[in-house]
Nanobody
Framework: QVQLVESGGGLVQPGGSLRLSCAAS????????MSWYRQAPGKERELVAR????????NYADSVKGRFTVSRDNAKNTVYLQMNSLKPEDTAVYYC?????????????WGQGTQVTVSS
């Protein structure tokens, strides 16, 4: 069955770094654009970063530009989010998302999330 499994979250001090990973299985990973979303307590889920199926195009939320980098390894069916210069406002549950538009249908999958806490 389809699985997206995030890992790499944890507690980090302000200014620190974390690298999130999302391992995919059960679908053709290289056909899907991959995204990272986050949701802080009391807030709506927001898009953090997106990478196209081939990895050639990336997009970022303004709040993370210059600090976060999304990448993927289609041979390993894995997408990454390198997070540098972390701030307390980056604290949230981070979710991996896979999406594909095919023959007028949208195929979309979500991971279970990984907690990132930025605090001193």
């Amino acid at each position: 069955q389809v699985q997206l499994v995030e890992s790499g979250g944890g507690l980090v001090q302000p200014g620190g770094s974390l690298r999130l990973s999302c391992a995919a299985s059960g679908f053709t990973f290289s056909n899907y654009a991959m995204s990272w979303y986050r949701q802080a307590p009391g807030k709506e889920r927001e898009l953090v970063a997106r990478i196209t199926s081939g990895g050639g195009i990336t997009n970022y939320a303004d709040s993370v530009k210059g600090r976060f980098t999304v990448s993927r390894d289609n041979a390993k069916n894995t997408v990454y989010l390198q997070m540098n210069s972390l701030k307390p406002e980056d604290t949230a549950v981070y979710y991996c998302n896979a999406i594909r538009n095919y023959v007028s249908r949208v195929f979309q999958y979500w991971g279970q999330g990984t907690q990132v806490t930025v605090s001193s």
